[in-house]
T-cell receptor, first 114, second 113 residues
Framework: DAGVIQSPRHEVTEMGQEVTLRCKPISGHNSLFWYRQTMMRGLELLIYFNNNVPIDDSGMPEDRFSAKMPNASFSTLKIQPSEPRDSAVYFC????????????FGPGTRLTVL | GENVEQHPSTLSVQEGDSAVIKCTYSDSASNYFPWYKQELGKGPQLIIDIRSNVGEKKDQRIAVTLNKTAKHFSLHITETQPEDSAVYFCAVRTTGNTGKLIFGQGTTLQVKP
């Protein structure tokens, strides 16, 4: 298995632009998590899907952030409009019921908003 | 909500020595406590975990201990090696079986050869 796949790995954009981050979870996993990692705030859960349905989005910072999971093999995290304070590494993780509790993380997308 | 505190934030040890990282949590109903290792440029990776019905778990050079009464758990790494250098995160899963993890702030471990 290729593991969790995220794209792009690096994104540099200008303030005000729309940014879309993509994630392909491990095949067969039914839970998907989006995290943001910064030096100041550490690893924060943004949103959590189970069977493609958003279960907990209490970590989404504001309306500029949105996430979708149209099917079991794909999810997006969109920021519109982006701001410099959104600069961070964004991780996607997936978990399967049969695998127990372990969350498998992708390699992350490093976002820089100028 | 759940609050997780992790200490120390940085730890430097000599190769071969032991390293201990501690975490405390606030919700006594929490039931699952994993530890993740994050190497530079990579996502966190699970290295060991423990459930609330177990007090200690060991896997080769790493072990985790849990004290439910005091609401704290610790990661122990023995015979440290330079490749153990990384950032380590503790996490706590809250009740309800939703799988939501609350992470500690992380500990940067440096193992000096």
């Amino acid at each position: 298995d290729a593991g969790v796949i995220q794209s792009p790995r690096h994104e540099v954009t200008e303030m005000g632009q729309e940014v879309t981050l993509r994630c392909k979870p491990i095949s067969g996993h039914n839970s998907l998590f989006w995290y943001r990692q910064t030096m100041m705030r550490g690893l924060e859960l943004l949103i959590y899907f189970n069977n493609n349905v958003p279960i907990d989005d209490s970590g989404m910072p504001e309306d500029r952030f949105s996430a979708k999971m149209p099917n079991a093999s794909f999810s997006t995290l969109k920021i519109q409009p982006s701001e410099p304070r959104d600069s961070a590494v964004y991780f996607c993780a997936s978990r399967g019921d049969r695998g127990g509790n372990e969350q498998f993380f992708g390699p992350g997308t490093r976002l820089t908003v100028l | 909500g759940e609050n997780v505190e992790q200490h120390p934030s940085t730890l430097s040890v000599q190769e071969g020595d032991s390293a201990v990282i501690k975490c405390t949590y606030s919700d006594s109903a929490s039931n699952y406590f994993p530890w993740y290792k994050q190497e530079l440029g990579k996502g966190p990776q699970l290295i060991i975990d423990i459930r609330s019905n177990v007090g200690e778990k060991k896997d080769q050079r790493i072990a985790v201990t849990l004290n439910k009464t005091a609401k704290h758990f610790s990661l122990h790494i023995t015979e440290t090696q330079p490749e153990d250098s990384a950032v380590y995160f503790c996490a706590v899963r809250t009740t309800g079986n939703t799988g939501k993890l609350i992470f500690g702030q992380g500990t940067t471990l440096q193992v000096k050869p």
